[in-house]
T-cell receptor, first 118, second 110 residues
Framework: DVKVTQSSRYLVKRTGEKVFLECVQDMDHENMFWYRQDPGLGLRLIYFSYDVKMKEKGDIPEGYSVSREKKERFSLILESASTNQTSMYLC?????????????????FGPGTRLTVT | KNEVEQSPQNLTAQEGEFITINCSYSVGISALHWLQQHPGGGIVSLFMLSSGKKKHGRLIATINIQEKHSSLHITASHPRDSAVYICAVLPMDSNYQLIWGAGTKLIIKP
């Protein structure tokens, strides 16, 4: 079974702090994703990465950065946390569909990190 | 207009009922993804399909590419099926980004 783990289930940080959220997958997936989920808004893509050191902005990248130094690990960084970044953060991984076909593109999710910024 | 629309938004049913959740989309796609999210946050992949029908236990997913429509059915529903069901599509011109539906919240009463 694919396993995607996230470093924390719950996190409370103060405004202005630098926050690191880590995600690790064990299935040798090329693609990794960071989403945030807010009530009534569904899943919104922050950043994704299709290879080591490669990243692409998603729909809402402002206020976030990412790092992918190793294939299995994808980090989301909040440079200076703000209260409007209080949210559920979900990491996911998938195979690269061009290599493996569109049906291999199932995204596998971690348990999520509920971040509160006070 | 959203590119992926799910209906209904909310559904409450009695245990044992046959459940149908619909997903319509407006773009050409390579594949469609159904996922389940239980209270507490965890999201689980149910199906990835590009044609026809797939079945897993009491869950059945169908897709009609010509009509740009997919359905998720649950037979003999049970309270443990209570969750949010999410549809997402992989556009033909994309290798990375799914377009997400807003989800259907299903409650099954005993």
């Amino acid at each position: 079974d694919v396993k995607v783990t996230q470093s924390s289930r719950y996190l409370v940080k103060r405004t202005g702090e630098k926050v690191f959220l880590e995600c690790v997958q064990d299935m040798d997936h090329e693609n990794m994703f960071w989403y945030r989920q807010d009530p009534g808004l569904g899943l919104r893509l922050i950043y994704f990465s299709y290879d080591v050191k490669m990243k692409e902005k998603g729909d809402i990248p402002e206020g976030y950065s990412v790092s992918r130094e190793k294939k299995e690990r994808f980090s989301l960084i909040l440079e200076s946390a703000s209260t409007n970044q209080t949210s559920m953060y979900l990491c996911a991984s998938s195979l690269y569909p061009k290599r493996s076909g569109a049906l291999s593109y199932e995204q596998y999710f971690g348990p999520g990190t509920r971040l509160t910024v006070t | 207009k959203n590119e992926v629309e799910q209906s209904p938004q909310n559904l409450t049913a009695q245990e044992g009922e046959f459940i149908t959740i619909n997903c319509s989309y407006s773009v050409g796609i390579s594949a469609l993804h159904w996922l389940q999210q239980h209270p507490g946050g965890g999201i689980v992949s149910l199906f990835m399909l590009s044609s026809g029908k797939k079945k897993h236990g009491r869950l059945i997913a169908t897709i009609n590419i010509q009509e740009k429509h997919s359905s998720l059915h649950i037979t003999a529903s049970h309270p443990r099926d209570s969750a949010v069901y999410i549809c997402a599509v992989l556009p033909m011109d994309s290798n990375y980004q799914l377009i997400w539906g807003a989800g259907t919240k299903l409650i099954i009463k005993p």
